[in-house]
């Protein structure tokens, strides 16, 4: 695929992939339900009481399935960006951040999956182990930090597609100190931190449809 092609479908990915999350951003905040309160150990009465608050449950399943939308355009975006990078980086580095972006692919899709199994044992009374919270809370958080060194190299890329380009690195910077400070930071405290890592993620999406949209015009004119 030659680069303007690959930068359109660079520039849709990223769109799809910032409004994907925008979506999810209102439904979280209409209904209160998000897999975010599945991402931490708790009891088995803890969960189960928030499943029973209203509009929660229908929350909690319209967030799930947009990620599933999210993590295919993200998988898909930095996968295209790897092919686009190429020539740009060095082979062993933009192969291991591929790779670390496509198991935070992998543990994004069991997480989700996970956390609807423990949804469906909530709800129909089936037996349900700490071990589960547990267990999700260990691989939430190795999903993110797998992301943290995907985008930390991935970065490296961006900083070749002048000033917007070394934007977008700085914004992706930012994305990681406040993902690993959540990681040590009390849960009911790190509220704050987790509404930063979203908002820098997403910027790096919203910019990235900019910059690549610029990419493929400026082709196609000199092109003709």
Not at 77 to 88: I, N, Q, Y
Request: proline residues 4%; contains cysteine.
């Amino acid at each position: 695929m030659q680069s303007s092609p690959m930068d359109r479908t660079l520039a849709i990915l990223a769109t799809l992939a910032a409004a994907t999350v925008g979506a999810m951003v209102i439904g979280i905040l209409t209904t209160k339900g998000s897999q975010d309160f599945f991402q931490t150990a708790r009891s088995v009465e803890a969960y189960g009481a928030h499943l029973a608050t209203p509009l929660v449950p229908f929350g909690l399943r319209l967030n799930l399935g947009l990620d599933n939308l999210f993590m295919i355009f993200y998988g898909a975006f930095f996968t295209v960006l790897a092919a686009r990078l190429r020539t740009m980086m060095d082979p062993y580095l933009l192969g291991i951040a591929l790779a670390a972006m496509m198991l935070t692919v992998l543990l994004d899709c069991v997480e989700n999956h996970h956390i609807m199994t423990m949804v469906h044992a909530i709800q129909n009374g089936l037996p349900l182990s700490p071990a589960d919270g547990e267990l999700q809370m260990i691989a939430s958080q190795v999903k993110f930090h797998a992301s943290y060194l995907a985008a930390l190299l991935f970065s490296f890329g961006f900083l070749q597609f002048g000033r917007l380009g070394r934007t977008i690195a700085v914004v992706l910077w930012c994305y990681v100190p406040f993902g690993v400070l959540i990681s040590v930071t009390p849960v009911e405290q790190a509220k704050a931190l987790v509404l930063g890592r979203t908002i820098f993620f997403v910027f790096a999406f919203i910019l990235s449809a900019v910059l690549f949209a610029s990419q493929a015009r400026y082709h196609a004119r000199n092109s003709q």
